[in-house]
Protein backbone atom coordinates (compact mmCIF):
# COMPACT_ATOMS: atom_id res chain seq x y z
CA UNK A 1 0.00 0.00 0.00
CA UNK A 2 1.31 3.50 -0.28
CA UNK A 3 0.24 6.98 0.86
CA UNK A 4 -0.46 10.69 0.91
CA UNK A 5 0.75 12.74 3.27
CA UNK A 6 0.12 16.36 3.06
CA UNK A 7 1.89 19.38 5.09
CA UNK A 8 1.19 21.25 7.21
CA UNK A 9 -1.42 19.58 8.95
CA UNK A 10 -2.89 23.12 9.96
CA UNK A 11 -2.17 26.39 8.75
CA UNK A 12 -3.08 29.89 10.10
CA UNK A 13 -2.22 32.67 7.86
CA UNK A 14 -2.28 36.47 7.72
CA UNK A 15 -4.98 38.25 4.93
CA UNK A 16 -2.60 39.02 1.88
CA UNK A 17 -0.45 36.50 2.58
CA UNK A 18 1.10 33.73 0.33
CA UNK A 19 0.91 29.93 1.65
CA UNK A 20 2.22 26.99 0.37
CA UNK A 21 0.39 23.64 0.86
CA UNK A 22 2.62 20.47 0.33
CA UNK A 23 1.78 16.53 -0.82
CA UNK A 24 3.56 13.92 -1.59
CA UNK A 25 2.31 10.50 -2.64
CA UNK A 26 4.31 7.08 -2.73
CA UNK A 27 1.67 5.36 -4.92
CA UNK A 28 4.01 6.21 -7.97
CA UNK A 29 0.43 7.59 -9.59
CA UNK A 30 0.60 9.35 -12.54
CA UNK A 31 -2.00 11.68 -11.82
CA UNK A 32 -2.32 14.24 -8.92
CA UNK A 33 -4.93 16.94 -7.75
CA UNK A 34 -5.77 19.66 -5.06
CA UNK A 35 -9.52 19.55 -3.91
CA UNK A 36 -11.10 22.34 -1.51
CA UNK A 37 -13.48 21.59 0.68
CA UNK A 38 -16.03 24.60 2.54
CA UNK A 39 -17.78 23.89 5.47
CA UNK A 40 -20.57 21.44 4.76
CA UNK A 41 -20.16 21.24 0.95
CA UNK A 42 -18.48 19.24 -1.55
CA UNK A 43 -15.16 18.89 -3.06
CA UNK A 44 -13.74 21.38 -6.00
CA UNK A 45 -11.38 21.19 -8.17
CA UNK A 46 -8.72 23.93 -8.19
CA UNK A 47 -6.30 22.12 -9.90
CA UNK A 48 -4.49 18.60 -11.35
CA UNK A 49 -1.77 17.19 -13.04
CA UNK A 50 -1.76 14.29 -15.20
CA UNK A 51 1.65 13.47 -15.40
CA UNK A 52 5.37 15.18 -13.99
CA UNK A 53 5.84 19.11 -15.22
CA UNK A 54 1.63 18.73 -16.32
CA UNK A 55 -0.78 21.33 -15.04
CA UNK A 56 -4.31 21.60 -15.21
CA UNK A 57 -6.66 24.53 -13.99
CA UNK A 58 -9.83 23.04 -12.49
CA UNK A 59 -13.12 24.97 -11.75
CA UNK A 60 -11.65 27.11 -8.96
CA UNK A 61 -8.14 27.36 -10.10
CA UNK A 62 -8.37 31.79 -9.97
CA UNK A 63 -6.74 32.91 -6.96
CA UNK A 64 -4.62 29.88 -6.94
CA UNK A 65 -0.99 28.42 -8.34
CA UNK A 66 0.61 24.53 -8.53
CA UNK A 67 3.97 23.29 -9.45
CA UNK A 68 4.54 19.30 -9.88
CA UNK A 69 7.71 19.54 -9.17
CA UNK A 70 8.23 15.78 -9.62
CA UNK A 71 6.15 12.41 -9.79
CA UNK A 72 5.73 12.22 -6.38
CA UNK A 73 5.18 15.57 -5.35
CA UNK A 74 2.21 18.21 -5.99
CA UNK A 75 1.94 21.89 -4.29
CA UNK A 76 -0.76 24.33 -4.34
CA UNK A 77 0.16 27.87 -3.53
CA UNK A 78 -2.65 30.79 -1.86
CA UNK A 79 -1.44 33.54 -3.98
CA UNK A 80 -3.23 36.00 -1.42
CA UNK A 81 -4.98 34.82 1.53
CA UNK A 82 -8.84 35.67 2.24
CA UNK A 83 -9.47 37.62 5.33
CA UNK A 84 -11.63 35.72 7.47
CA UNK A 85 -11.40 32.44 4.57
CA UNK A 86 -11.58 28.75 6.27
CA UNK A 87 -11.32 25.66 4.37
CA UNK A 88 -9.73 22.02 3.93
CA UNK A 89 -7.51 21.69 1.48
CA UNK A 90 -7.29 17.86 0.31
CA UNK A 91 -4.38 16.20 -2.14
CA UNK A 92 -5.72 13.30 -4.00
CA UNK A 93 -3.48 10.51 -6.60
CA UNK A 94 -4.70 8.79 -9.04
CA UNK A 95 -3.61 5.95 -12.18
CA UNK A 96 -6.50 6.96 -14.60
CA UNK A 97 -5.43 3.71 -16.90
CA UNK A 98 -6.43 1.56 -13.59
CA UNK A 99 -10.04 3.29 -12.83
CA UNK A 100 -8.84 6.46 -11.98
CA UNK A 101 -9.75 5.27 -8.64
CA UNK A 102 -9.00 8.15 -6.11
CA UNK A 103 -6.58 8.21 -2.91
CA UNK A 104 -6.90 11.11 -0.43
CA UNK A 105 -4.66 12.83 1.89
CA UNK A 106 -5.35 13.70 5.30
CA UNK A 107 -5.91 17.09 4.29
CA UNK A 108 -5.11 20.75 5.19
CA UNK A 109 -6.43 22.98 6.84
CA UNK A 110 -6.34 26.84 6.75
CA UNK A 111 -7.67 29.44 8.49
CA UNK A 112 -6.87 33.17 7.80
CA UNK A 113 -6.90 35.69 10.19
CA UNK B 1 -27.86 23.70 -11.85
CA UNK B 2 -24.87 21.28 -10.42
CA UNK B 3 -23.49 18.30 -12.53
CA UNK B 4 -24.04 16.17 -8.95
CA UNK B 5 -27.25 16.28 -7.16
CA UNK B 6 -27.06 14.13 -3.76
CA UNK B 7 -29.88 13.30 -1.45
CA UNK B 8 -30.84 13.18 1.20
CA UNK B 9 -28.30 15.88 2.42
CA UNK B 10 -28.50 14.30 6.10
CA UNK B 11 -29.75 10.80 7.40
CA UNK B 12 -30.00 9.13 10.64
CA UNK B 13 -30.45 5.32 11.05
CA UNK B 14 -31.04 3.29 13.90
CA UNK B 15 -28.44 0.51 14.45
CA UNK B 16 -29.57 -2.69 12.64
CA UNK B 17 -31.82 -0.47 9.75
CA UNK B 18 -31.04 -0.22 5.73
CA UNK B 19 -31.24 3.12 3.43
CA UNK B 20 -29.62 3.86 0.18
CA UNK B 21 -28.28 7.42 -0.51
CA UNK B 22 -28.91 8.51 -4.26
CA UNK B 23 -26.92 11.12 -6.70
CA UNK B 24 -28.61 12.07 -10.00
CA UNK B 25 -26.29 13.25 -12.80
CA UNK B 26 -27.35 15.70 -14.78
CA UNK B 27 -24.59 15.48 -18.13
CA UNK B 28 -23.32 12.04 -19.53
CA UNK B 29 -21.19 10.24 -16.95
CA UNK B 30 -18.56 7.52 -17.69
CA UNK B 31 -17.98 6.85 -13.83
CA UNK B 32 -18.61 7.10 -10.54
CA UNK B 33 -16.67 6.71 -7.27
CA UNK B 34 -18.82 6.66 -3.61
CA UNK B 35 -16.07 7.71 -0.83
CA UNK B 36 -16.91 8.12 2.86
CA UNK B 37 -15.16 10.98 4.77
CA UNK B 38 -14.92 10.64 8.92
CA UNK B 39 -14.68 13.35 11.93
CA UNK B 40 -11.17 13.46 11.12
CA UNK B 41 -11.70 14.49 7.39
CA UNK B 42 -10.14 11.78 6.05
CA UNK B 43 -11.85 10.44 2.50
CA UNK B 44 -11.94 6.70 2.06
CA UNK B 45 -12.79 5.32 -1.55
CA UNK B 46 -16.12 2.95 -1.20
CA UNK B 47 -16.48 1.88 -4.87
CA UNK B 48 -15.55 2.40 -8.59
CA UNK B 49 -18.40 1.72 -10.55
CA UNK B 50 -18.06 2.66 -14.59
CA UNK B 51 -21.32 0.30 -14.88
CA UNK B 52 -23.97 -2.32 -12.79
CA UNK B 53 -23.35 -2.87 -9.50
CA UNK B 54 -20.83 -3.56 -7.12
CA UNK B 55 -21.06 -5.16 -2.93
CA UNK B 56 -18.56 -4.99 -0.29
CA UNK B 57 -19.84 -6.25 3.28
CA UNK B 58 -23.28 -4.52 4.22
CA UNK B 59 -22.57 -1.70 1.40
CA UNK B 60 -23.54 -2.52 -2.20
CA UNK B 61 -23.83 0.02 -5.27
CA UNK B 62 -25.11 0.61 -8.43
CA UNK B 63 -24.40 2.34 -11.47
CA UNK B 64 -26.85 3.08 -14.18
CA UNK B 65 -25.26 5.02 -17.30
CA UNK B 66 -28.60 5.41 -19.19
CA UNK B 67 -30.63 6.47 -16.24
CA UNK B 68 -27.80 8.65 -14.93
CA UNK B 69 -28.08 7.83 -11.35
CA UNK B 70 -26.06 5.79 -8.92
CA UNK B 71 -27.21 4.38 -5.09
CA UNK B 72 -25.58 3.33 -2.63
CA UNK B 73 -27.27 1.39 -0.18
CA UNK B 74 -26.23 0.32 4.00
CA UNK B 75 -27.92 -2.88 5.33
CA UNK B 76 -27.60 -3.44 8.94
CA UNK B 77 -26.02 -0.20 9.53
CA UNK B 78 -23.12 0.14 12.41
CA UNK B 79 -22.32 2.81 14.43
CA UNK B 80 -18.88 3.02 12.42
CA UNK B 81 -20.72 3.86 9.44
CA UNK B 82 -21.63 7.16 10.60
CA UNK B 83 -19.98 10.39 8.42
CA UNK B 84 -20.09 12.20 5.21
CA UNK B 85 -20.39 10.02 2.18
CA UNK B 86 -20.03 11.47 -0.93
CA UNK B 87 -20.57 10.55 -4.80
CA UNK B 88 -18.46 11.43 -7.69
CA UNK B 89 -18.98 11.72 -11.04
CA UNK B 90 -16.58 11.25 -13.94
CA UNK B 91 -18.06 13.15 -17.19
CA UNK B 92 -14.30 13.26 -19.03
CA UNK B 93 -11.12 12.16 -17.84
CA UNK B 94 -9.11 12.88 -15.01
CA UNK B 95 -11.88 15.31 -13.68
CA UNK B 96 -14.41 14.85 -10.70
CA UNK B 97 -17.15 16.41 -9.93
CA UNK B 98 -18.37 15.83 -6.25
CA UNK B 99 -22.47 15.98 -5.26
CA UNK B 100 -22.85 17.69 -1.74
CA UNK B 101 -22.68 14.94 0.56
CA UNK B 102 -24.89 13.14 2.26
CA UNK B 103 -24.46 13.43 6.70
CA UNK B 104 -25.07 9.79 8.32
CA UNK B 105 -25.48 9.69 11.94
CA UNK B 106 -26.02 5.69 13.07
CA UNK B 107 -27.15 5.63 16.38
CA UNK B 108 -27.83 2.80 18.73
Known amino acids: GGIITQTPKFLIGQEGQKLTLKCQQN?????MYWYRQDSGKGLRLIYY???????QKGDLSEGYDASREKKSSFSLTVTSAQKNEMAVFLC????????????FGAGTRLSVL | GDQVEQSPSALSLHEGTSSALRCNFTTTTRSVQWFRQNSRGSLINLFYLASGTKENGRLKSAFDSKELYSTLHIRDAQLEDSGTYFC??????????FGTGTSLLVDP
Open chain 2, 88 to 97: AAEAMGYKLT
Open chain 1, 92 to 103: ASSIPKRQNTLY
Open chain 1, 27 to 31: FNHDT
Open chain 1, 49 to 55: SITENDL
